[in-house]
Each structure stands twice: as C-alpha cells, then as structure tokens.
C-alpha cells in the first residue's frame, strides 16, 4: 500500500468515525495522536464547531463596505498570498454587512480567519462564525471587563505578580487583547496555530482562553518581576509577543498546564461569567462591581460542596462578629474575629497564622495542594469594610487562592431555605440576624396589609352609613317603638350601654372599673406554640417602634404574665414573654389606637391599668396591665389616640 493509499485510508476512517453517533472528542483525540494532515484538521474542526458546510452559496457577490479599506490593511498585514487575501476581505466585507457592524482596526477578526483559508468560502465562514460566537470573549476592549476578570484570576493564583503589575500600572487589556481576540494567532506560525487551536477545541472550554494567558504569566514571571525598571507600556509590549515564540513541540504541554489551572479554578469562574463572556447576556449583570472587586467573589453554592469534581477544596474563613457566627455557620468553618486586627494586633497575626496553618493541609491523601480560602462577610457594606481589611491583609502576604462569597452570609442562609438547620452549624433562629430580619420584615408586610384591609372596611363602612342615613327616617316612622332614638351607642355591651366610647373630653379616666366581666383570659396552654416566636430586643430595635414599656399582664383570675407593650404611631403591641426563652416572646394581641374606647385605672391602685377595646365595631374587648410610672405610659398612649 503506497502512501496515498494510506492518506486514503486514514481519511475514511475519520470520516466513519465523526459520521458516527458515539462518536467524542476523546475519540477523536485518540485518532489525532496519530498525526493528521490538513484536510483531516479541518474535518476535526467543523465537527468539534458544529459546522456542517454554509448555507450560502453565491460567493461571486461584489465586495462592498463603508470600512473595506480598514478590513484590507488588516488582512494585508496578515498575509501575503493573494488568493488567502481575497477570500479574507470577502468573507469580512459579507460578515459585518450581515451583522450590520462596523469593522475595527486590529479587531483580531482577520487573524481569525487566517488559519480556516484552506476551507471553500461556505466553510470558512461558517467555522470563523462559530469562532467569534463560541470561542472568542465579548467587550474585548480597552477596560473590557473579560480583563477585568482576567486580573483576578491572576490575583487568585499569583498575588505577587499581579501586584507587581498593578504597580506598574500594566493592567491585562494592555497585552492580552490580541491573545483574546485572535485566539492567540498573533504572529506565531500557521503550523502552531492550528495545533494550538485543534486542542483547544478538542477542550472545548471557552474558558481556556484565560487559563492560557495565566499560564504565559506565571512561566514568565521571574522574567517580568526583573522588569522593574521598566514602564507599563514597555512591560506590555513584551508580554504580548510572549507566545510569538512558541514551537509545536510546546503545545501539548501549554494546553496541559492550562487544564491543570482551569481544575484549580473555582467553577464559579466559569458558571457565573459564561452567559455573559460566550453568550446573550448582558455583560452588566455579573460585572458590574467587578473592575473594584478585592479578589475573586465566588458562588455560595460552590461552598456547600466539600470538595469539587476539579478537587478544590475551600476553608472558610468566617469574619462575621461572634454573636453571628455563634448563631449559625457553615460546617467547617474557621472564625477570624476583623474587630481584633485593630482592638487586638497581636490576637489577630496569632489568628492569622493559624488560619495559614490551616490552609496547607492537604485535602487529597495524594495531592499537597493548599487549601482555598473564602472569606464569608454579613453582606452588609457597613459591617463588611472590615472584611475588606481581613482579605487586603492575605493578599499582601502573597497568599495564594483567595476569593470571598459572593453576597455573604444571607446569600448562604437563602440558598439553604429549609434545610438551613442541618446545612448550618449551631444555627439559632432566634439569634440569627437573617432569621429575625425576615421575620421582621413579615410582620411589618402583615401589619401593612392589615391597615390597608382596615382601610378598606372603612371606606365600605361610610358607604354603608350614608345609605343608612337617607333610609332611617322613613324606617322610624314604619318601626316605631321597635327602633331606638339612641344612635349614640355604637355596638357597646348592656353592661356599658349608657357610657359612650369616644367623644369624651379624655379617654383616660381614674375609677374603680366595674367591667370585671369584659376582662380577657389568659392564653390557652397552646398558645405559645401556636404564636410566631420573635427576638423582643430586636423588636424594640425597629424604627416604627416609637415607645417600649415592661409590664405584666393581670389575667381574670388573679395571674400576671411579664410582658412589653410596643407603641408605633398607628399600633399598641402585646408582647408576652417567655420566661423559659430569656428575651423572646410571642405576640398576645395588635390593636390600632383608633380602637381604643377607653383607658381606665383603679384610685386605689393606680398603676393597674385597663384598656377596653372595640372589636369589629360591636365588640368590647378589655385587657389589664400593672404598668409602673404608668401616667407616662398612658400618656403617651392617649396622645397616639388619633382624634374622632
């Protein structure tokens, strides 16, 4: 068998092998260690694209655009061969008159064709299409935010070289655009750029990208950390002509030690940056703080995972106060107190070193990587500047993988929902300020929605009551005896029939109370389970929380229950306390001071106060309270009484 015999053959067998349904990258990366020629590349490149050929045909189309003389120097520069310079500025022209967009100078799009020009005109644009749309970043600009993410990813691996060229003032989009752009064509060989980019799709990772660029940085960082008499720009120049000198032979091991970083990457890197680096998002929505970020923010759900399938493990360093995280923390967790880098120095650095201590324990029997450290804050700007503090310190040690969780504990707290009480450790629902936020705001929509429902009742009531006033003249003279003149009484009781609730010069009244009757019972010995538990001295803490009193609560027969009356402008609260949860308690009853008939107290006893309520305008409802200094606290009540 001669040698076109052997292509021959070798040929149909990659076909057969990417006309198959099983086949795989794998499968086709076993085929291609075999070596393969050019048109077998470019079978491996379409399948691994997904390109099938072009819908387009008519090539023979006139080259027109408002920027063909840009798109000629680009592809000049590139190639000197007429037939691939045709081809080129032909396949740009139709591209950015299709996309109706401008062509840039260096834009990266002709080094990008550069490599599919052995390919017919229908091919060539369909493979550069699934390029720039699977392959290449979005806004990679000046200030792009891919480099913005870029420079984290350095500051996550090697804080030492990324400080050093923030020193410099050499940020990523200064040398690493036309990485990004071209896919690293730049000025390398044709022969390196497709073994490069043939193993970079059997990958197919879009994220190799960046792991290639930080492989170049840290092979090359003594040589950079020489430069130090050098300026930003001179350093950027050289940096970018870093991979100008690679060899086929080097390839293999780039692509391998970019993989080796990318399973040493937070998943986070990928999932919550894909749709907008490769996809239809909006670039603002994950980026947005970005370009200030500390260090690399990851997903809490990446936390909740002991060790990743890439073998990252995490240590997390908790910098909430201890009250906090005494409430709930996530298993595993390692408390580093911030209030004691300033109150405490020296506790601090003790602390310190042995959360460093920590973090060089190895997570595989057979691996001696670090441990990868996530700072957990409030996720309260105010508390967290602390935080800040904490994780500026790491990083000017030159402590390697640091990143921080993403919106904090609460994002945590959320992501557990229901099973919070087994994915936190020592969670207390009392003490946690996510739980007793949440319950707060609760109550606060609750007694939101209860006025406006009162609201409404009024509105429905004075409709009722101006029909019946138009009616009520011809039904007395039908009724007559049968109807009473007194309209005064408004639902009140036989026992309080001839005292009016309201209009009086004074609600408050000293009296010996003769109502014994309308007085309301204790709770039932199910009571408190029934109530929502709150955390009172968070209550009292709310800002519609005008007035607090301690009070105890006198029941008919004789009990006294300590309890905390709660004063907003529209509301009285009842709180009882629960004597065997010191400083929560459950809410007895809510009443709106416009319910209030009236307040009395006994002149033998002055602090035994009374206050009789109206219930769904016909009811009258009593409650009695030993109040201290009890002429301030009615007073204060009085005041809130709204005006009739």
């Known amino acids: 068998m001669n040698d076109d015999d052997i292509l021959q053959s070798e040929l149909q067998e990659l076909e057969e092998l990417l006309r198959s349904p099983e086949c795989t990258a794998s499968k086709i990366e076993q085929f291609y260690q075999n070596g393969v020629n050019t048109v077998e590349r470019m079978l491996i490149w379409k399948w691994l694209l997904g390109v099938s050929g072009s819908s387009i045909t008519d090539w023979d189309i006139p080259v027109e655009h408002k920027d063909l003389d840009i798109i000629t120097d680009?592809?000049?520069?590139?190639?000197?061969?007429?037939?691939?310079?045709?081809?080129?500025?032909?396949?740009?022209?139709?591209?950015?008159?299709?996309?109706?967009?401008?062509?840039?100078?260096?834009?990266?799009?002709?080094?990008?064709?550069?490599?599919?020009?052995?390919?017919?005109?229908g091919e060539m644009y369909a493979c550069f299409y699934a390029l720039l749309s699977k392959f290449v970043p979005r806004n990679c600009k000046a200030d792009g935010k891919p480099f913005h993410l870029?420079?984290?990813?350095?500051?996550?691996?090697?804080?030492?070289?990324?400080?050093?060229?923030?020193?410099?003032?050499c940020p990523p989009d200064m040398y690493a655009q036309r990485w990004f752009r071209s896919l690293y064509v730049g000025k390398c060989e044709v022969q390196v750029i497709r073994e490069v980019w043939t193993r970079y799709l059997l990958q197919g990772d879009p994220f190799l990208v960046f792991y290639l660029a930080l492989v170049i940085l840290v092979n090359a960082r003594d040589v950079i950390l020489e430069m130090e008499s050098c300026g930003g720009s001179e350093i950027a120049s050289k940096i970018t002509a870093f991979p100008d000198n690679l060899s086929v032979e080097d390839i293999e091991d780039f692509i391998s030690l970019a993989v080796y970083y990318g399973e040493r990457t937070p998943l986070s890197f990928r999932h919550d940056y894909h749709a907008q680096l490769?996809?239809?998002?909006?670039?603002?929505?994950?980026?947005?703080?970005?370009?200030?970020?500390?260090?690399?923010?990851?997903?809490?759900?990446?936390?909740?995972?002991?060790?990743?399938?890439?073998?990252?493990?995490?240590?997390?360093v908790d910098c909430r106060p201890r009250d906090q995280f005494s409430s709930g923390h996530l298993h595993g967790a390692v408390h580093l107190d911030p209030d004691t880098m300033l109150s405490d120095p020296a506790m601090f650095t003790t602390n310190?070193?042995?959360?460093?201590?920590?973090?060089?324990?190895?997570?595989?029997?057979?691996?001696?990587?670090?441990?990868?450290?996530?700072?957990?804050?409030?996720?309260?700007?105010?508390?967290?500047?602390?935080?800040?503090?904490?994780?500026?310190?790491?990083?000017?040690?030159?402590?390697?993988?640091?990143?921080?969780?993403?919106?904090?504990?609460?994002?945590?707290?959320?992501?557990?929902?229901?099973?919070?009480?087994?994915?936190?450790?020592?969670?207390?629902?009392?003490?946690?300020?996510?739980?007793?936020?949440?319950?707060?705001?609760?109550?606060?929509?609750?007694?939101?929605?209860?006025?406006?429902?009162?609201?409404?009742?009024?509105?429905?009531?004075?409709?009722?009551?101006?029909?019946?006033?138009?009616?009520?003249?011809?039904?007395?003279?039908?009724?007559?005896?049968?109807?009473?003149d007194d309209l005064?009484?408004?639902?009140?009781?036989?026992?309080?029939?001839?005292?009016?609730?309201?209009?009086?010069?004074?609600?408050?009244?000293?009296?010996?109370?003769?109502?014994?009757?309308?007085?309301?019972?204790?709770?039932?010995?199910?009571?408190?389970?029934?109530?929502?538990?709150?955390?009172?001295?968070?209550?009292?803490?709310?800002?519609?929380?005008?007035?607090?009193?301690?009070?105890?609560?006198?029941?008919?027969?004789?009990?006294?229950?300590?309890?905390?009356?709660?004063?907003?402008?529209?509301?009285?609260?009842?709180?009882?306390?629960?004597?065997?949860?010191?400083?929560?308690?459950?809410?007895?009853?809510?009443?709106?001071?416009?319910?209030?008939?009236?307040?009395?107290?006994?002149?033998?006893?002055?602090?035994v106060i009374t206050f009789k309520f109206i219930k769904d305008n016909k009811e009258l409802l009593a409650y009695r309270f030993l109040i201290p200094q009890s002429k301030t606290v009615t007073a204060q009540i009085t005041n809130l009484i709204p005006p009739e």
């Open 74 to 121: 680009d592809v000049l520069q590139i190639s000197d061969m007429p037939g691939e310079q045709e081809k080129m500025i032909k396949i740009l022209s139709y591209y950015c008159t299709a996309r109706n967009t401008r062509y840039k100078a260096e834009c990266g799009w002709a080094e990008v064709l550069l490599p599919l020009t052995s390919l017919s005109y």
């Open 150 to 169: 870029f420079r984290l990813l350095l500051l996550y691996h090697d804080p030492e070289l990324c400080a050093f060229l923030d020193t410099k003032k």
């Open 278 to 316: 490769f996809g239809n998002a909006p670039t603002e929505s994950n980026f947005a703080s970005l370009s200030q970020a500390l260090c690399l923010p990851i997903s809490v759900s990446e936390l909740l995972q002991k060790t990743t399938d890439q073998g990252v493990s995490y240590l997390v």
């Open 352 to 484: 310190v070193a042995t959360v460093l201590l920590e973090q060089r324990k190895t997570f595989l029997e057979d691996d001696v990587s670090l441990n990868h450290l996530c700072f957990m804050g409030c996720s309260r700007e105010e508390e967290d500047q602390l935080l800040n503090m904490v994780v500026a310190h790491f990083l000017h040690r030159k402590t390697q993988f640091v990143s921080s969780a993403r919106n904090g504990y609460k994002a945590l707290h959320d992501l557990l929902d229901d099973a919070v009480n087994t994915g936190l450790e020592g969670h207390d629902y009392t003490e946690c300020v996510v739980c007793c936020e949440e319950q707060s705001s609760r109550l606060a929509d609750t007694e939101l929605s209860v006025t406006q429902s009162n609201d409404n009742n009024s509105n429905i009531v004075s409709k009722m009551s101006s029909v019946m006033k138009v009616t009520t003249t011809s039904m007395r003279s039908k009724l007559g005896a049968l109807w009473s």
């Open 488 to 607: 005064t009484g408004r639902h009140v009781t036989t026992s309080v029939k001839s005292k009016p609730y309201r209009g009086v010069e004074n609600v408050f009244s000293i009296a010996d109370d003769e109502d014994e009757d309308d007085i309301v019972g204790g709770a039932s010995s199910s009571e408190e389970s029934d109530k929502e538990i709150i955390n009172i001295k968070l209550w009292e803490s709310r800002a519609d929380i005008l007035h607090c009193f301690s009070v105890e609560e006198i029941t008919p027969d004789g009990k006294m229950f300590a309890s905390v009356l709660l004063l907003t402008e529209t509301h009285l609260y009842n709180i009882r306390r629960i004597p065997e949860r010191e400083g929560m308690g459950y809410i007895r009853y809510r009443f709106a001071f416009s319910a209030i008939a009236r307040i009395t107290a006994k002149k033998k006893h002055p602090d």
